[in-house]
């Protein structure tokens, strides 16, 4: 059963009554005419809502609990999967994961954040919030990677890098613009998926890439809309302005030369059908991997620099 | 303006005061009032209690390049308020805001000169503009200030002061990170030095790129250097913070920085960090 968004009400309501239908069904009484015309309605109604969610809406969906995450896109992307761990500093950061992983075949490091999706899952995952040793974990797999000529794919969703006195400690800023430097030294193809939230320095983090998608739904912003309210509205009521203001949407940032492909998904967004959210991209990433095939060490880190050098020209 | 002040100075006969407002500073730590002259002859460093005031990039030339020796560089031309953003005031109007009090075109500026007969391509960043935030002016002019360190044969060396990316440009701002790392790396590629000297206050994006990149990094005491915010710390973990968190000596305690040095001791300090850096290679 699908957790329905505030804005989704309408449909939830149309589902519900479906629902009853179906249930009265069992004593006897056909229903299927009445079933038929109300899904109907409900689907139009689904595919109206999602073809012009606001940029607060898309916030919504691109953190709604039951949208597939990291985990559940290792584990319908890949042939095989072989996580590594630790940073050989300090811990094992299990906000950021990563591991080799075949994709049809072809070998790819992935790395991207988990947010975990249950209390116990969250916790041990801290929401997605990646530590100094979490990226440290991603530079060193990034320079595995390099060593080894295997392609970088990362997963991104996260809120943004963690905000504690640990984290602070042992050089959160640092790490970040470490992991952001070791992107953009990258020898070998590097993309950078937006599959959720796409959040502030946490995020270029692990998306400073030759190409950057985003799922339909997701968003990517220098700060989270609510944050941004309580900063220049003083109130974190405004985050719907706020998201309307920032441009964190696919299309806007497509716009923006920021984001290079749009990754469609299934109607209604990905949580309501996981598998093929999986599917779309990983034709995605495929076709990118396919453009990106045969380019020298050179050209690559060329391109990546390249782009955002230009990104905000006039 | 009081209502005294306001009918003092509607009435012609009396004679306006003479003294000029800025004669004292009162010094924001200890609460000293400082003659401005013994402040300023003093760096803009409390002569009673070592407070490091902030100072906007005309003031930090001055201090750091050697006199008579120096230029500013052009400011590269961007796109005003790329998003036309509005939150409670309109962003092109907070800009020519920040332009007319500060007199700069945005929050970072070069100059090209020498450090005690050193080239050096130096960029200060100002917190007076805007809180010093970083967006496509930043970006630009801190690449400018990278090119024309390589053009130069100079190291770049940049002092920080940033409340972190500028909101007002959104992603565009974000992308600033990846852009200075760029322009980083391409004066690695030249051979030359990348030296960040960071002050009061230095927090988000701007730390979480250039300013931890440096070949060396300095700070002055006591600056403020951070990734995330303090109140935004205390709300995640809902406790009171260590005293001295995110302060220079913290980040040197906890192996983020080589020096603290005090501002009277940076001319002197870069000088030799570019004598050692920059001297003709031997055995290249």
């Known amino acids: 059963m699908t957790s329905f968004l505030d804005f989704e009400k309408p449909i939830a309501e149309l589902e519900a009554r479906i629902a009853d239908l179906r249930e009265t069904a069992e004593t006897g009484i056909d229903i299927d005419a009445d079933v038929a015309r109300l899904q109907v309605k409900s689907d139009k109604l689904l595919r109206e809502t999602y073809a012009r969610l606001t940029p607060w809406q898309k916030t ?142 946490g995020a270029v983090a692990l998306a400073a890439a030759n190409r950057v998608l985003m799922f339909e739904h997701a968003v990517y912003a220098v700060i989270s809309p609510e944050g941004c309210a309580s900063i220049l509205w003083r109130t974190a009521d405004k985050a719907a302005d706020a998201a309307e203001a920032m441009r964190i949407t696919a299309t806007d940032l497509q716009r923006l030369g920021v984001c290079d492909r749009i990754v469609p998904e299934p109607m209604g967004g990905a949580h309501r059908d996981p598998a093929a959210a999986i599917v779309s991209l990983g034709d995605a990433l495929n076709a990118e991997l396919d453009g990106l095939a045969g380019l020298s060490a050179d050209e690559l880190r060329r391109q990546r620099r390249q782009k955002y050098l230009s990104i905000g020209g006039i | 303006m009081s209502w005294l002040t306001r009918v003092r100075n509607a009435i012609p006969f009396i004679a306006k005061r003479e003294t000029p407002d800025n004669l004292w500073h009162k010094c924001k730590s200890c609460g000293q009032m400082i003659f401005m002259k013994e402040f300023e002859d003093n760096l803009s460093v409390c002569p009673k209690c070592d407070h490091h005031e902030r100072i906007g990039p005309n003031a930090r030339f001055n201090q750091i390049l050697d006199e008579g020796s120096w230029r500013t560089l052009a400011i590269p031309r961007v796109a005003d308020d790329p998003l036309k953003f509005r939150d409670s005031k309109r962003y092109v109007d907070r800009i020519k805001a920040a332009r007319a009090t500060t007199g700069e075109t945005d929050a970072l500026m070069n100059a090209s000169g020498t450090i005690q007969g050193h080239r050096a391509v130096v960029g200060v960043q100002d917190f007076a503009f805007m809180g010093g935030s970083m967006g496509l002016g930043v970006g630009a002019a801190f690449l400018e200030g990278v090119r024309t360190a390589i053009a130069e ?64 990094q300095l700070a002055e005491p006591n600056a403020l250097i951070g990734f995330a915010g303090q109140r935004v710390i205390e709300s995640t973990i809902r406790e009171k913070l260590p005293e001295g968190f995110q302060r220079a000596e913290y980040l040197l305690d906890h192996g983020m920085l080589d020096m603290v040095t005090h501002r009277k001791a940076l001319p002197e300090t870069l000088g030799t960090l570019i004598g050692y850096l920059c001297e003709a290679r031997v055995n290249a």
């Open chain 1, 60 to 201: 919504q969906v691109a953190r709604h609990p039951e949208r597939p995450h990291f985990k559940h896109y290792v584990a319908g992307l890949f042939d095989t999967f072989m996580p590594l761990a630790g940073d050989r500093a300090f811990a094992d950061d299990q906000a950021i994961m990563g591991g080799l992983a075949r994709l049809k075949g072809r070998r790819v490091m992935v790395i991207g954040h988990e947010k975990g999706d249950d209390t116990t899952s969250r916790l041990k995952h801290n929401f997605g919030m990646g530590k100094p040793e979490g990226y440290r974990k991603a530079i060193r797999l990034m320079q595995l990677a390099d060593r080894f000529g295997i392609p970088v794919v990362t997963l991104v969703d996260t809120s943004g890098a963690f905000p504690g006195v640990q984290a602070e400690e042992r050089g959160q800023a640092e790490a970040i613009a470490r992991s952001t430097q070791q992107c953009l030294e990258l020898g070998v193809p590097m993309i950078a998926a937006v599959v959720g939230e796409g959040g502030s320095g």
């Open chain 2, 153 to 216: 044969r100079a190291p770049y060396i940049i002092f920080t002061a940033a409340g972190g990316a500028r909101m007002q440009e959104g992603i565009l701002s974000l992308m600033q990170m990846p852009k200075t790392t760029v322009a980083i790396a391409e004066l690695h590629d030249a051979g030359l030095p990348y030296i960040v000297v960071m002050t009061d206050p230095t927090t988000g994006g701007v730390t979480a790129s250039y300013a931890m990149l440096g070949d060396v």
